[in-house]
């Protein structure tokens, strides 16, 4: 089995990433969010709290014939963010491109937070870290990757997020069109069900007489927005900015719009992870300031390789080898 979908941001910012899913029968096409930071696969639905629901689709479980409930069974999320959820869990068929499974625990929120139910643009999550992070108790339930896995021609799934227009996730195989170069795969952390790895240093600009050796942790994030690292790189990277400053009032590093930025690159051995310059301007704020693409970590176990890098790579998520690999493109 192997299987390809589209992954579109939002109009005006790469905000997100989703991707269509077919869940029930007959098939109902909801856009959620594939987030290899999480592990729970959460939908809006005729279960949610109405008032909460702001015009996203949502998953009709009475129109489904194969929806079946979990009887006992909830869940409670709550993400780095501080946006949370909760609900009831059914089990249905759902269809990602030409991949399927029949079984699939489909967490159904009677809950969710302001900020969840402000994004218009998404109708859930599909959570790709391991299961092991499920919250459906008493009994955690397996991801979708997880339940496909066994069936995938190869057992890894691949992401290819571009800047301001659709890309796409891939399922079951490398396509070795969508990048150039090696790939540099780097090994998980086993004591952590999420996609961590360990960076071995950063490159602020171009000049690799520049680069520094300094380990950091990160995660492969798809669900993270920016590209959050130890306060010493963001002061690297801003020293770097003429005009860059840290406003007080939204909490972010941000940058002159007119400025033109250092490309920033990770240190995975001797391969360069390159995010252009371009890429670290996240988006106006106001007349004069953008919101810049690199923020601070501080206060987390783990930095985040979010969208602001992950869309400038190939990533290769490695479900048999539990590697990372990632490739320029
Ligand atoms: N893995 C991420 C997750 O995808 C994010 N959000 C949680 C709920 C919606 C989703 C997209 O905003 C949040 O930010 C960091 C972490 O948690």
């Known amino acids: 089995m192997t299987g390809t979908a589209v992954a579109s941001p ?3 910012a790469d905000a997100e990433y989703v991707l269509p899913v077919k869940i029930g029968t007959p098939p109902q096409t909801l856009p959620l969010n594939l987030d290899t930071g999480s ?27 194969t929806a079946r409930r979990l009887n006992g069974e909830s869940w409670v999320i709550r993400y780095g963010d501080g946006s949370s959820a909760n609900g009831i869990v ?19 929120a009677v809950n969710i937070s302001n900020e969840i139910s402000d994004d218009s643009f998404s109708s859930g999550l599909l959570g790709a870290a ?3 992070a499920n919250t459906v108790r008493p009994d955690r339930q397996t991801t ?7 069936q995938l021609a190869r057992p890894v799934f691949t992401a290819n997020l571009k800047k301001g227009k ?56 798809t669900g993270t927005t920016l590209l ?46 390159v995010v252009p310059g371009s890429y670290i301007n996240y988006g106006r704020m106001n007349k004069t300031y953008c919101y810049g693409g690199i923020q601070s970590s501080a206060g987390a176990p783990f930095a985040v390789l979010g969208d602001i890098a992950l869309k400038a790579q ?14 320029n493109k």
Request: charged content about 15%; aromatic content about 14%.
């Open 10 to 12: 939002p109009p005006g």
């Open 166 to 221: 659709p890309g796409n996730y891939n399922f079951g195989y490398i396509n070795g069109s969508e990048y150039t170069g090696p790939i540099q795969y780097a090994a998980i952390n086993p004591q952590s069900p999420l996609w961590e790895i360990s960076v071995s240093g950063y490159r602020v600009g171009s000049d690799n007489t520049k680069y520094v050796a300094r380990v950091w942790n990160a995660i492969a994030d």
């Open 314 to 327: 190939f990533v290769v998520f490695d479900m048999a080898n539990k590697v990372v690999g990632f490739a």
């Open 228 to 273: 959050l690292v130890p306060d010493d790189i963001v002061s690297a990277y801003y020293a770097q900015v003429n005009g860059s400053v840290f406003s007080n009032d939204v909490g972010m590093m941000l940058v002159p719009c007119a400025a033109k930025l250092p490309d920033f690159a990770f240190g995975l051995g001797n391969y360069r992870g």
């Open 39 to 65: 592990s729970d696969f959460w939908v809006i639905s005729t279960d949610t709290y109405p008032p909460q629901v702001q015009g996203q689709t949502r998953y009709n479980v009475s129109a489904s014939t």
């Open 90 to 108: 059914y089990t249905d068929r759902v269809q990602i491109g030409n991949t399927f499974f029949d079984q699939q625990a489909v967490e159904s």
């Open 130 to 132: 391991s299961s092991a």
């Open 144 to 150: 979708y990757l997880d339940n496909i896995k066994s």
